[in-house]
């Protein structure tokens, strides 16, 4: 073979010497090629130079031979360092075969390559940066190579290439974007180490302007702020720190829309037990809660998706108190960015505009898998049990709040039982604020909503009942809820079960049917939702009989601060009258009843009903009689709250063809406990006015004589025992003493006249023979049940 015909210009001597496994004689033969081209470069002999580079390249750096492409890799350098500035004439095909070097198996012959392109890089300096893509994805590789010594060499080239696209300023960060894109989602620790470096350069950098590109790199930080190594991590973190005070500066040209769901994805925590994630929650969460701020209701169209992310934090412990105050944050910062112009029906406004949409489109959906609504179950590698979501009308010039998607993700909120106690008022409190804020969109979801705003008040937690009451109250007393259709509520397999019967057709009046199931005319008007609400609630009382003993007093006098304790006791006392349940509506009765007598939220409701100077007032008693006729008891303590102690004394009387029970003779001790309470403090003064009161000392005797030998009678009897003598009370002008009492009482009872207290009476003994009628069935039911065991 002719050494000096093959490889010319390069003489035997230095083919040789490039072929020798010493490295000293490879040196020289250096040494002896950078003389050779720098006469060529004096010649300004380009031809030749490049021969020189493709002989080195393809005949020794690219050879099989190893000496051979150690020898090439220093010729190559060589070449480079002779060249001085004109080197960049000829950077690829100096760069591409020393890169090649770098998938070698040889470590030492990669060490070399390494050690041949940072001496070609520091002749070159900001000529390589058209070639930055191709040594960024081969540093890349060297950043995890085995061998400490590659991996040494290798930090020295990446912190020179780092000085020059630092002094730089004509970087092309355009193309090599994609590339980092690509390479960020590396699994390897030291591949995630020199990334996060270079971005932690190209971000400190004045001239390149990264945080254009930040969303297409967003998410595989994020993915690398769950590395293993503690070092990664906070690097990571000093990263996105940075990243984040360059949004606050500048949050104007900030693509907040574009990173919304990569932070409603990393605020989802897919596996707990790992502290990374906690980390990376944290940290996204805190992403998220400057986005809300800064960015305002651009980020109202993902409402769906950040709820979803924010609403479980809020039940976290004290072990993740940061994450929980940070979603705190973004729930209050999100919630008041909906506002009353969210109400107005966007779809009314293009109704009259040509190409309108084909039927079904643009309406507002429970269940569907448009790009406009939620889509939880969609999968993707890594993130399976993350939620997506995809903002509602992204491709309409205004910002559309994403109602739908809201109202699904605050619905399956409340129908999860491992839904934390603070999720579920957030939850709760979001309705609240919907109501509030956009009432007519809401009233759409409130018939789907409605059951599980009613079993809600099952809750463990007051603090939960209290803030469902919020919503129930405002939905029952908003005018956005008037409406002409009605509906009805039935019960199936002990479900409450809503039915929503077809409304009249435009220019159609609703029939008198309809108008009854609407409401009834005598419960005060609030809107068309509230009779239906306090038909729903007594018949899940009636379902759930705890619910009632536990938490029913205290439902009902919150009922009775947010919709006013007239309306509640004015409904209620309808619709017990027609309840068929007599024990049940016995059992309410007696607890409205101590509701009424007790409570200091029913403080001027009993005012109101203590004179009866009204006919208003009147025509109450008469509604609240009816129904308390269920309980005898409850009627007689009604009465002596009305002052209608006549009519007391009347029904006590008929109490001697009542059953008299162990209940029966309880309620009379409450009541008499109760007549000793401030509540009846004007009923005991009233017992020193001995001639104008003697129907209320007889009604008191009665219930006297009623209980047997106990503390409750001993306590009624030393009560009587006090009223005093009348002849010992009368003054002693008696004459204008009993003129002015008779006036009082004519005014007093002007009012009570106009009822009709015989109709009432006979109203009483109707009631009291059904539940007689009632027991006596059941008493016969058990006995025949009895006979059967025996026989």
Not at 376 to 387: D, F, K, P, Y
Not at 415 to 433: C, E, F, N, P, Q
Not at 702 to 724: D, E, I, K, N, Y
Request: aromatic content about 8%; some cysteine; overall charge negative.
């Amino acid at each position: 073979m002719s050494t000096e015909k093959d490889f010319s210009p390069l003489t035997p001597n230095i083919v040789r010497a490039l072929n020798d496994k010493l490295y000293e004689k490879r040196k020289v033969a250096a040494l002896e090629i950078e003389k050779l081209v720098r006469e060529f470069v004096a010649q300004n002999n380009s031809t030749q130079i490049r021969h020189v580079i493709q002989i080195l390249a393809s005949e020794f750096a690219l050879s099989q031979h190893p000496h051979s492409r150690k020898g090439g890799l220093i010729g190559l350098a060589a070449c480079s360092i002779a060249l001085g500035k004109d080197s960049g004439l000829y950077l690829k095909e100096l760069i591409e075969p020393v890169l090649t070097c770098f998938n070698d198996s040889d470590s030492r012959l990669r060490y070399y390559a390494c050690e041949a392109l940072y001496n070609i890089v520091k002749v070159a300096r900001g000529a390589v940066l058209p070639h930055f893509n191709l040594l960024f994805d081969g540093l890349s590789k060297l950043a995890a190579d085995p061998d400490p010594n590659v991996k040494s060499g290798s930090e020295l080239l990446d912190r020179l290439l780092k000085d020059i696209v630092t002094e730089s300023n004509t970087f092309d960060l355009v193309a090599f974007v994609p590339l980092l894109r690509e390479r960020i989602y590396s699994n390897n620790q030291y591949a995630r180490q020199f990334i996060i470096s270079w971005i932690h350069v190209l971000e400190s950098v004045p001239d390149i302007h990264l945080l254009d590109y930040l969303p297409e790199i967003l998410d595989g930080l994020f993915q690398i702020l769950g590395d293993n190594s503690k070092e990664i991590r906070r690097t990571c973190e000093v990263v996105l720190g940075e990243f984040l005070k360059e949004i606050k500066k500048t949050p104007s040209s900030v693509k907040f829309a574009e990173m919304a769901n990569i932070l409603v994805i990393h605020c989802q925590v897919a596996d707990e037990t790992k502290l990374t994630n906690d980390l990376i929650q944290l940290t996204a969460m805190t992403w998220m809660r400057e986005f809300i701020q800064l960015a305002g209701r651009v980020v109202l169209p993902y409402s769906s998706g950040i709820l979803t992310a924010v609403l479980p934090c809020l039940s976290y412990d004290d072990r993740k108190k940061n994450t929980k105050e940070a979603a705190s944050a973004c729930n209050n910062s999100l919630m008041k960015l909906v506002t009353p112009e969210d109400d107005e029906d966007v779809e009314e406004e293009k109704s009259g505009s040509t190409g309108s949409p084909s039927a079904g489109e643009g309406q507002p959906k429970v269940e569907g898998d448009s790009n406009d609504m939620l889509n939880a179950s969609q999968e993707s590698v890594g993130l399976s049990n993350i939620s997506f979501f995809t903002p509602a009308g992204s491709d309409r010039p205004q910002v559309t709040l994403d109602l739908d998607g809201i109202v699904q993700v605050l619905d399956r909120h409340l129908h999860d039982s491992s839904t934390g106690m603070m999720t579920r008022i957030a939850v709760l409190k979001w309705l609240y604020h919907l109501y509030i804020k956009t009432p007519r969109k809401m009233f759409r979801h409130t018939d789907s909503l409605f059951p599980i705003l009613l079993k809600t008040l099952s809750d463990e937690s007051d603090e939960v009942i209290l803030k469902d009451l919020e919503v129930l109250a405002e939905i029952a007393s908003s005018p956005a809820g008037q409406t002409d259709q009605a509906f009805s509520c039935d019960i199936t397999d002990n479900k409450l079960v809503l039915k929503v019967p077809e409304g009249p057709k435009p220019g159609q009046q609703p029939n008198a049917g309809s108008k009854a199931l609407d409401s009834s005319p005598s419960t005060p008007s609030m809107n068309s939702y509230f009779y239906k609400f306090m038909i729903n609630l007594l018949k899940r009382f009636s379902l759930e009989r705890k619910l009632l003993e536990n938490r029913g007093a205290f439902i009902i006098r919150q009922l009775c601060l947010l919709l006013h304790a007239e309306n509640i006791f004015h409904s209620m006392a309808d619709i017990l009258l027609k309840e068929e349940d007599l024990k049940f509506a016995s059992t309410m009765v007696q607890t409205l009843n101590t509701i009424l007598l007790t409570s200091a939220e029913l403080f001027q409701l009993r005012n109101q009903l203590k004179d009866l100077h009204t006919q208003e007032s009147c025509a109450l008693f008469c509604c609240l009689y009816r129904s308390w006729c269920h309980n005898p008891v409850a009627t007689v303590s009604l009465c002596f709250l009305t002052q209608n102690y006549k009519h007391a004394y009347d029904l006590i009387q008929k109490f001697g063809n009542l059953e008299v029970t162990v209940d029966f003779l309880m309620e009379v001790d409450k009541l008499v406990q109760l007549i000793e309470s401030p509540i009846f403090t004007y009923l005991r003064l009233q017992l020193l006015d001995v001639e104008n009161n003697p129907y209320l000392i007889k009604a008191l005797y009665g219930l006297l004589m009623l209980l047997p030998q106990s503390q409750a009678f001993q306590l009624l009897s030393h009560r009587l025992r006090c009223v005093p003598n009348p002849e010992l009370m009368r003054t002693v002008d008696e004459s204008k003493y009993m003129d002015s009492k008779k006036q009082a009482a004519c005014n007093k009872y002007s009012t009570h006249t106009q009822m009709d207290y015989s109709e009432l009476l006979q109203h009483f003994d109707r009631v009291q023979s059904k539940h007689l009628e009632v027991r006596h069935q059941r008493s016969s039911r058990a006995s025949d049940h009895h006979d059967r065991r025996l026989m």
